[in-house]
T-cell receptor, first 116, second 112 residues
Framework: AQSVAQPEDQVNVAEGNPLTVKCTYS??????LFWYVQYPNRGLQFLLK??????LVKGSYGFEAEFNKSQTSFHLKKPSALVSDSALYFCAVRDAVSNTGNQFYFGTGTSLTVIP | DAGVIQSPRHEVTEMGQEVTLRCKPISGHDYLFWYRQTMMRGLELLIY??????IDDSGMPEDRFSAKMPNASFSTLKIQPSEPRDSAVYFCASSLWGNGYTFGSGTRLTVV
């Protein structure tokens, strides 16, 4: 089975501090992993992805994520949070060899609030 | 490319009326997905198509919901009859095999 968990519904961080949004996944083979961001009244936007290669992936707006196979995690990080980073963040996973086509499995989302 | 285009952006309708949501995927993408988002249930996959063929509709709530993809550039999601509990934001997304999704801006449906 393919699934992803975002253990925190809400993350609060002070502006300028580092932020982490957690994601763990479950697939039977190798994962394709994505992070999306959703601003109020908008659709989900692509942030970054891991398919293969370097475990540290850099994406849009200064975000990065580290693929950790042993811990089956793909946590989203940013060294210095901005108020404008406040949004809803979704992690998504798919098994590289999928029997469900290109269907990705999304987490329940983590609401990030950056406090000025 | 203009991205995934959904229409209308907002729809307010009375209970019992038919509602049709529309989606134009990115040209060349071979997968199309319909999602529903609510505060209570989060993001739910309703149905997805591959090369215009419905692959998995197990997420469609009930027979009142139907989706079609008559060609590679157009899809509809229809609710007939609509009910207040159908109120949500409905997203369409498209992708290529092995790639992530591009989402549309969504249709906010309110059934009164």
């Amino acid at each position: 089975a393919q699934s992803v968990a975002q253990p925190e519904d809400q993350v609060n961080v002070a502006e300028g501090n580092p932020l982490t949004v957690k994601c763990t996944y479950s697939v039977s083979g190798n994962p394709y992993l994505f992070w999306y961001v959703q601003y109020p009244n908008r659709g989900l936007q692509f942030l970054l992805k891991y398919i293969t290669g370097d475990n540290l992936v850099k994406g849009s707006y200064g975000f990065e994520a580290e693929f950790n196979k042993s811990q089956t995690s793909f946590h989203l990080k940013k060294p210095s949070a901005l108020v404008s980073d406040s949004a809803l963040y979704f992690c998504a996973v798919r098994d590289a060899v999928s029997n469900t086509g290109n269907q990705f499995y999304f987490g329940t989302g983590t609401s990030l609030t950056v406090i000025p | 490319d203009a991205g995934v285009i959904q229409s209308p952006r907002h729809e307010v309708t009375e209970m019992g009326q038919e509602v049709t949501l529309r989606c134009k995927p990115i040209s060349g993408h071979d997968y199309l997905f319909w999602y529903r988002q609510t505060m209570m249930r989060g993001l739910e996959l309703l149905i997805y198509f591959n090369n215009n063929v419905p692959i998995d509709d197990s997420g469609m709530p009930e027979d009142r919901f139907s989706a079609k993809m008559p060609n590679a550039s157009f899809s509809t999601l229809k609710i007939q009859p609509s009910e207040p509990r159908d109120s949500a934001v409905y997203f369409c997304a498209s992708s290529l095999w092995g790639n992530g999704y591009t989402f549309g801006s969504g249709t906010r449906l309110t059934v009164v």
